[in-house]
């Protein structure tokens, strides 16, 4: 290596080194800059607005027997629906509760239920589309099923 390639080294090497720190230095004033205000005034609202209305459940269709049963069709319109059940009676009661969309048949398309039960009641949650569906309970005992929109 000659003497005169180590100043030429060492000067780019400063150059370099120079070049990293006003990066650093843009990337800082740019970042510093951005946190302040633009001197756009936004009005905030003194206000307030109206409380969203509360959702609550509304009955959409009840069942009850002691046998076997079916519903007629009825509409559910909102994306979140409760069934609320109870069972009793003697000789081991058992009911399965079937939501069947309107047109389909647990005999030749199948199902599962959404609730199977033994003496018990209690509700739970589903999320079935908008659109025409009915029960399809099968079981013994004394049941009542009650289907509810949250609206």
Known sequence: MSSNDQ????????VVFLLVIVAFIAVAAFNQKTDQPTGLVVPTETSTSAPAQQKSWHKVIELSGSTSKRSDIFQLNSSKQRITYTVNGEYSPFVNVYVMAEG?????????????????SGDTLMYKASGGYYLDVSGNGEWTVVVEEEQ
């Open 7 to 14: 100043p030429n080294k060492n000067r780019r090497g400063l």
């Open 104 to 120: 389909k048949s647990l005999d030749k398309h199948g199902g599962i239920p959404e609730v199977t039960m033994a003496p018990v």
